[in-house]
């Protein structure tokens, strides 16, 4: 497994060791030790979710106040555009994102710590997402960002198509706001 770090430096793109031959292909999505030993951080998972979204469709960018939750992130069929705001406002990357391609091909995760904002972007004609949180999903302590805040500036590959948005979704708050 290799951990590099992001333009947000505790943003960490993960790629396993994948053993593949025309049969199909194997790779740990998650160890423990490997993971503490690629990353230097020790985390405990208390939560899976799983979901599955159709081409456009874009989800978040969502947060927990209180309680923030840590993300490890994979898809595992299809492609998303996943991105990460830095909305710590002590943090030396505040008001910073990162995106990164991950798809059931090519096996990448990401890792985003708690107090980070996250979304992502369906590129694919269906995707299946897969994440585990250091955090229970503490609905009463839920924020979100808006998508297209322009102080941000996500650059979403969505090549002049509308995305699918969820009705909190369209209610997100400016970075000045939060």
């Known amino acids: 497994m290799r951990a590099t770090p992001?333009?947000?430096a505790d943003v960490l793109l993960i790629e396993p060791?994948?053993?593949g031959d025309?049969?199909?292909f194997f790779f740990e999505s998650f160890n423990a030790r490997s993971f503490?030993?690629?990353t230097g951080l020790d985390v405990h998972f208390v939560?899976?979710?799983?979901s599955k979204s159709a081409r456009h469709v874009l989800r978040g960018m969502h947060f927990q106040r209180t309680q923030p939750q840590g993300k490890l992130l994979r898809v595992v069929a299809g492609?998303?555009?996943?991105?990460?705001?830095?909305i710590r406002p002590e943090s030396a990357t505040f008001g910073l994102w990162v995106g990164e391609i991950l798809s059931g091909d090519n096996h990448r995760q990401l890792w985003i710590p708690p107090g980070l904002a996250h979304g992502f972007l369906v590129l694919s004609e269906t995707a299946e997402f897969v994440y585990k949180t250091t955090d229970y999903?503490?609905?009463q302590c839920e924020g979100c960002l808006a998508w297209d805040d322009p102080t941000v500036g996500i650059d979403w590959p969505l090549a002049g198509a509308s995305p699918s948005l969820s009705a909190k979704d369209t209610q997100g708050k400016?970075?000045?706001?939060?």
């Open 17 to 19: 060791k994948v053993f």
């Open 47 to 50: 939560q899976d979710n799983h």
């Open 6 to 8: 992001t333009a947000i």
């Open 174 to 178: 400016a970075l000045s706001q939060l």
């Open 137 to 139: 999903y503490a609905p």
């Open 79 to 86: 492609e998303v555009f996943d991105v990460a705001v830095d």
């Open 36 to 38: 503490a030993q690629a």
């Open 22 to 24: 025309a049969r199909g």
